[in-house]
């Protein structure tokens, strides 16, 4: 069965630090592996998205995740924090029928 | 383009009372359709999915329900509501084919 893990539940840092979002899977043959985006009070947004093709995968906002199949990781990062990319992010693998199966979130608080 | 709506945006009911929330998506034809529960300080729960009007497959047993209508609604609704069913309730679509979920903007219940 498909699961995730998102090693830390709580994350902070400083503006125009470097942002680190850390995400392993479960082992599977060919996941598809998202990472969505949650400001207080909203929906979830599509940040990117892997499938198979580009280890290292662009998303919105800046940020990028590379696809490490040895490690079965998924980390989510990004060069420069902002202050508006505090929220709530979750890591997200596909079981390849009609469920996708989350990790628990990790809130990202930028400090200024 | 495709969008989806969530209503009401915010709800506060007592226990005991019926609950209806509605899912409606534009842009799009025959998609799968998801209800999540995101209680506080958790991640999401999936609900229930529906691949066509009329088709829904429940995760897991509770005193909710969902329908399906038309193609582009899904429904959730409640006889009587608990305590318990506090929460963000999210609705979700893909297109047939992909994984990729789209979410809507979500409903805050509040069960009092």
């Known amino acids: 069965a498909q699961s995730v893990t998102q090693l830390d539940s709580h994350v902070s840092v400083s503006e125009g630090t470097p942002v680190l979002l850390r995400c392993n899977y479960s082992p599977s043959y060919s996941p598809s592996l998202f990472w969505y985006v949650q400001h207080p009070n909203k929906g979830l947004q599509l940040l990117l998205k892997y499938t198979s093709a580009a280890t290292l995968v662009k998303g919105i906002n800046g940020f990028e995740a590379e696809f490490k199949k040895s490690e079965t990781s998924f980390h989510l990062t990004k060069p420069s924090a902002h202050m508006s990319d505090a929220a709530e992010y979750f890591c997200v693998v596909g079981s390849g029928a009609n469920n996708l199966f989350f990790g628990t979130g990790t809130r990202l608080t930028v400090i200024p | 383009s495709q969008t989806i709506h969530q209503w009401p945006a915010t709800l506060v009911q007592p226990v005991g009372s019926p609950l209806s929330l509605e899912c409606t998506v534009e842009g799009t034809s025959n998609p799968n359709l998801y209800w999540y529960r995101q209680a506080a300080g958790r991640g999401l729960q999936l609900l229930f999915y529906?691949?066509?009007?009329?088709?829904i497959s429940s995760e897991v047993p509770q005193n909710l329900s969902a329908s399906r209508p038309q193609d582009r609604q899904f429904i959730l609704s409640s006889k009587k509501l608990l305590l318990s069913d506090s929460g963000f309730y999210l609705c979700?679509?893909?297109?047939?084919?992909?994984?990729?979920?789209?979410f809507g903007p979500g409903t805050r219940l509040l069960v009092l």
């Open positions: 529906s691949v066509g009007i009329g088709q």
């Open positions: 979700a679509w893909r297109g047939q084919g992909v994984e990729t979920q789209y």
